[in-house]
């Protein structure tokens, strides 16, 4: 009998457990949500702010160089870019790096053509990682020509999907 009611007790922490790291690892915001404005220096020295784009459509990406799962991900973001930028999609990529010339060479390596790319040196303690509440990557948030948040981590397929009815369309 104790040992079923201890082991009940150790399921029901762990449940708790994975719960509280499942919702500690959540970005801040969700989708409805305005997005918050931030001002940071692009690869190329120059400052931008997120609300820059306002007007278009505006992937958020949160990534890095030593990212697996980011480096995957990046030809269909590349393949995306090409396919509606001229019709008003940007993106704007805040890397999570220790190296410069890593990130550097990752954004060459996978031919990111897009011109919004900034840098973060500290380990989700940044300030753009922390107003967000980053704590894994990769991190995406599609944002309307108005800035509100559309969705959150959507696949490369729903962004094909979102965007192409919404740029198609003109809605």
């Known amino acids: 009998m104790k040992s079923s009611t201890t082991r009940l007790i150790l399921i029901a ?10 919702r500690y690892r959540q970005p801040r915001f969700v989708a409805g949500e ?9 690869i190329d020295g120059s400052s931008a702010r997120l609300s820059d784009t306002k007007g278009k459509y505006t992937l958020l990406q949160f990534w890095g160089s ?12 590349v393949a995306l870019y090409r396919k509606y930028h001229e019709q008003g999609f940007e993106i ?19 031919g990111l053509i897009w011109p919004r790319h900034s840098m973060e040196t500290v380990d989700f303690g940044g300030p753009v990682s922390r107003q967000y509440n980053i704590r ?14 559309m969705g959150v981590n959507p696949s490369p397929e729903e962004l094909d999907k979102i965007l ?5 369309t003109g809605r």
Do not use: H
């Open 13 to 22: 922490a762990a449940i708790l457990i994975a719960v509280i790291w499942y």
């Open 34 to 42: 305005k997005a918050p404005d931030f001002q940071v220096t692009l």
């Open 66 to 77: 030593w990212c697996g799962p980011c480096r995957s991900e990046n030809p269909y973001l």
């Open 92 to 110: 704007f990529s805040v890397a999570i790096e220790q190296n410069q010339r890593n990130w550097q060479r990752a954004i060459a390596e996978d």
């Open 136 to 149: 894994s990557i990769p991190a995406l948030f599609l944002l309307n020509p108005e800035g509100d948040i």
């Open 164 to 168: 192409g009815d919404r740029l198609n």
